[in-house]
């Protein structure tokens, strides 16, 4: 039997149907390349409406994404604060460290949250044989499946501007940040300078968004993304898939369908003999310890990632797609054990 392809990844999950119908209308005739057309102003106008007065450029990758955003604060000789296991330090290749080549400096965190009193611990003092820390960047939701409250993360941004640091959010999952927090976009990061807003895991095939919030950081956004070689030609069709996300809070039904997928999945089973999950669920994903005799007939039928094999961890995912009664399969059959 084949492992049905639930709760791998939300990357694992297609296109929304409305992506994919606003790239079938996006799909006739010809239009101007590189952003200069209706569908990326028409977008452009929709990500101003939710984040407010910024500079925004269109990108095809979340690592791409993070790198344009931290070039525009960074040089060869700053560094970047964040917490250890983050997506830049851990999967995207190095690419922050190699393409802007600016060290990153991790911290460990309890569960995915940097905090203002972990941040002081890392602080050096400014001297010469030191990099210059300068970027903090912090994850919403975090790779743990914790979110920030907007507090928290204006405590973030408050602590590395009093200490001359920029605020960089990995938002590749800010929509499911947005949901939890029951608050907007443009309010789910406050104090930060600048976003990588992720749609992709949010039902668009590629679409993720550097949004540049500190007006300093604005000008270059456009070259810093061709640079990093995230100019996307036809860009209409990036345009169209965030256009189809951010009309009608299509974005907040599906994070909030994901969130509520991950809740009902931790509630069957955190109870369950053998079972615990170690961090808090607060947005789409379920980090639980298995039973270590049940794992291998699960993942016969069940596609989800060990996150530590020493420990029995599992990483399970939800999505805007994944669906009440594949959330119940998974439950009945780890409850079972
Ligand atoms: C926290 C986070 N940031 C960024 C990304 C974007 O990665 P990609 O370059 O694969 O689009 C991901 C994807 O898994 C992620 O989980």
């Known amino acids: 039997m084949s492992a ?19 790239l079938a209308e996006a799909n006739v005739g010809h239009a101007s390349g590189y952003g200069d057309d209706r569908w990326t102003e028409q977008a452009e106008n929709l990500l101003g409406n939710a984040f407010g007065d910024a500079a925004f450029a269109l990108c095809l990758t979340g690592t791409g994404s993070n790198v344009v955003a931290l070039s525009l604060a960074l040089r060869g000789w700053e560094s970047v604060l964040t917490a250890k296991g983050a997506h830049i330090d851990l999967d995207e290749a190095g ?3 190699h393409i802007i080549g600016s060290k990153l400096e991790t911290i460990a965190t309890p569960d995915g949250r940097l905090t203002p009193e972990l941040l002081d611990a890392a602080l050096r003092a400014r001297e010469q044989h030191h990099v210059v820390q300068r970027v903090v960047s912090i994850t919403q939701s975090t790779e743990c499946g914790t979110a920030y409250t907007p507090a928290a993360v204006q405590a973030i941004a408050d602590w590395a501007h009093a200490h001359e640091l920029l605020l960089h959010v990995d938002g590749a999952r800010l929509c499911n940040a947005a949901a939890t927090n029951r608050c907007g976009l443009g309010e789910v990061a406050p104090g930060a300078d600048l976003i990588s807003f992720g749609l992709t895991k949010n039902g668009a095939m590629g679409a993720e968004i550097v949004v540049a919030i500190n007006p300093s950081l604005r000008a270059p956004i456009q070259n810093a993304r061709k640079q990093a070689t995230q100019l996307q030609s036809k860009m209409r069709f990036v345009a169209a898939q965030v256009t189809a996300l951010l009309t009608d809070d299509r974005w907040l039904n599906h994070a909030t369908h994901a969130n509520a997928m991950a809740l009902r999945l931790a509630d069957g089973i955190g109870n369950a003999a053998g079972v615990s999950i170690i961090h808090p669920v607060e947005a789409n994903a379920v980090f639980a310890v298995l039973p270590a005799a049940r794992i291998s007939a699960l993942a016969e039928k069940h596609h989800f990632y060990i996150w530590d094999a020493p420990t029995n961890l599992a990483r399970l995912m939800t999505a805007w797609d994944t669906s009440p009664a594949e959330v119940d399969q998974l439950v009945a059959d780890i409850v079972a054990g």
């Not at 639930?6 to 999950?13: E, K, Q, R, V």
């Open 95 to 97: 690419a922050p460290e």
């Open 4 to 22: 049905a392809m639930t709760f791998g990844s939300d990357n694992h999950a297609g296109m929304a149907p409305e992506v994919l119908t606003a």
